[in-house]
């Protein structure tokens, strides 16, 4: 195992395991699949009526599917899973080597094992001459002498599913009651002799089935034999996390044991799943298949679920927190500079022909815009929340001989009011949440005097569909047009509004157009 904890822990490495992983795993969540190399299919020379692989060895399909999952970032580990315990928010596996890993959520694909009748040598020829489903064999034993094994009122059913393959079909009773008087009209209908007696062994020939022995000696002629086993989930690993196997009837006849789930695959456990015959007792290779991309779908859409809440949390958190001094403060001792140094090419472009005066810096940060005003002849005003930003901007002024024109001031504009009469307020990339920027931008244009210009620039939100790379706060970007909704148009001249493009390049280095909202509104004198 690479890493102690993933997405999803898958256990049992057959159909349905390997199915649910491939889906989970072209869906990028890290997977791990615990198998222990017992496929129930395994005794089989092949399979059938799996579409596009029929008469594909068990063995090659798995490992062909072990291939593709690995193909995809899933890991494969050998080994049994011994129990599951919940962990925290996850579960944790243990391994029968002690291993353990965690996962998120669990896919159980442990499949079942067939309970056969005990008849002297029946188990050694499981999956060859002996059968039980006319769908996996039936083709292959097609117009032989086929010897069904009564277990039960199902054995009538199953009697006639064989007939349809072979016209040389009989029931064996192997002491069992004989068949009520319609079941027997059925059989006679359809030509299926019924043969009474306990069922002693079975005869060969070299290595070919070529008979039952029954008690008192005589031999019944047959090619194969069909026997119903008892199905009995391995669910070991499931009744460790509470989950217990309940009986599955059909016709009033018990089948065996299973785990219960929905359609999905969800047991009562949230958190865990199960594909394949662990919970489907008569699922073929394909059935199992679907059930674990089934199951693996809705694995993903619960952890999607998830990690859409845990980011909603962390996004309300991320909005309650990121304008608060501290946060500010933590920023800007993380790094030796934030920003460029240059002062914003929208303040350079719409400032350079206006007369100086007093000039209010807002979100001063570390002084570039402010230095810039200054050399210009401005008065300036610089405004922050971070004393870490201060302090570098009051350097960074006295390093270019302006530090007597620039008045540094710490303060929250969320909560302190701004001074009155400046001739320029900036506000370069102030971005809130829209009622607390509704109040800012409303309290920085009082801040303007007669004759005045407020000059904002923020983040556009077409810039969201670019992918250029900064945080996704959707709310706090804003159109020109929206700020100059908060001006009285009795009392201000809309200059400029519009969204300016500019040359960007985005994280994987493609060259893109980004928009910056800019405002120029100059207050009636």
């Not at 822990?9 to 997977?31: E, H, M, N, T, Y």
């Not at 999607?304 to 909603?312: F, N």
């Not at 303040?347 to 210009?376: H, I, N």
């Amino acid at each position: 195992m690479e890493k102690q904890s993933y997405d999803v822990v898958v256990i049992g490495g057959g159909a349905a395991g390997l199915s649910g992983a491939l889906a989970l795993a072209r869906s990028r969540r890290s997977v791990l699949v615990v198998d222990s190399g017992e496929p129930r299919n395994a005794p089989a020379a092949h399979m059938h009526n799996l579409l596009g692989r029929d008469g594909t060895p068990p063995g090659e399909l798995l490992a062909a599917g072990r291939a593709e999952i690995i193909g995809y970032g899933a890991e494969v580990v050998t080994g049994r899973a011994e129990s599951a315990a919940r962990d925290g928010a996850g579960f944790r596996v243990t391994l029968d080597d002690g291993r353990e890993a965690r996962g998120r959520r669990l896919l159980v694909a442990t499949g079942l094992v067939d309970e056969l009748p005990d008849i002297p040598g029946l188990a050694g020829r499981w999956g060859r001459d002996v059968a039980h489903c006319p769908y996996c064999h039936g083709w292959e034993l097609r117009d032989q002498r086929i010897g069904v094994i009564a277990n039960g009122p199902l054995s009538v059913v199953q009697a006639q599913m064989w007939r349809q393959i072979s016209p040389h079909v009989l029931i064996l009773l192997n002491g069992g009651e004989a068949f009520a008087t319609g079941p027997s009209e059925e059989l006679a209908a359809r030509g299926i002799p019924v043969v009474p007696g306990v069922i002693e062994g079975l005869q060969l020939s070299g290595d070919r089935l070529t008979g039952v022995r029954l008690a008192g000696g005589d031999v019944v002629a047959v090619d194969a034999v069909v026997a119903g086993p008892r199905f009995t989930a391995r669910s070991g690993v499931l009744e460790s996390l509470g989950l217990e196997a309940a009986g599955f009837e059909m016709h009033g006849h018990l089948l065996g044991r299973r785990i219960s789930a929905d359609e999905s695959g969800a047991t009562t456990v949230p958190g865990v799943w199960v594909a394949g015959n662990v919970t489907n007792l008569g699922a073929t290779v394909a059935v199992a298949v679907a059930g674990g991309q089934t199951a693996a779908a809705a694995i993903n859409l619960d952890l999607i679920a998830e990690d859409t809440r845990d980011a909603v949390a962390a996004y309300r958190d991320r909005i309650a927190t990121m304008f608060t001094e501290d946060a500010w403060e933590e920023r800007y001792r993380g790094k030796d500079a934030i920003w460029s140094g240059r002062p914003n090419p929208v303040l350079v472009t719409e400032v350079s022909g206006l007369a100086p005066g007093r000039a209010l810096d807002v979100g001063c940060g570390e002084g570039a815009d402010a230095v810039w005003l200054a050399k210009q002849g401005w008065e300036v005003t610089g405004v922050d929340i971070s004393t870490v930003a201060l302090g570098r901007a009051a350097g960074h002024a006295a390093a270019a001989g302006v530090g007597e024109r620039i008045t540094f001031r710490h303060a929250d504009l969320q909560e302190d009011r701004p001074d009155q009469g400046y001739d320029l307020v900036s506000a370069q990339f102030m971005h809130l949440p829209p009622e607390p920027r509704r109040d800012l931008y409303t309290r920085l244009a009082e801040a303007v005097a007669p004759g005045g210009t407020l000059l904002v620039v923020g983040h556009h939100p077409s810039d969201l569909a670019t992918f250029v790379g900064r945080m996704h706060f959707p709310d706090m970007l804003f159109t020109a047009e929206e700020i100059a909704a908060l001006l009285p148009p009795d009392g201000w001249k809309i200059v400029t509004a519009e969204a300016r493009p500019r040359p960007a390049t985005d994280p994987e280095g493609r060259e893109i157009t980004i928009h910056d909202a800019v405002l120029v509104a100059q207050r009636h004198a």
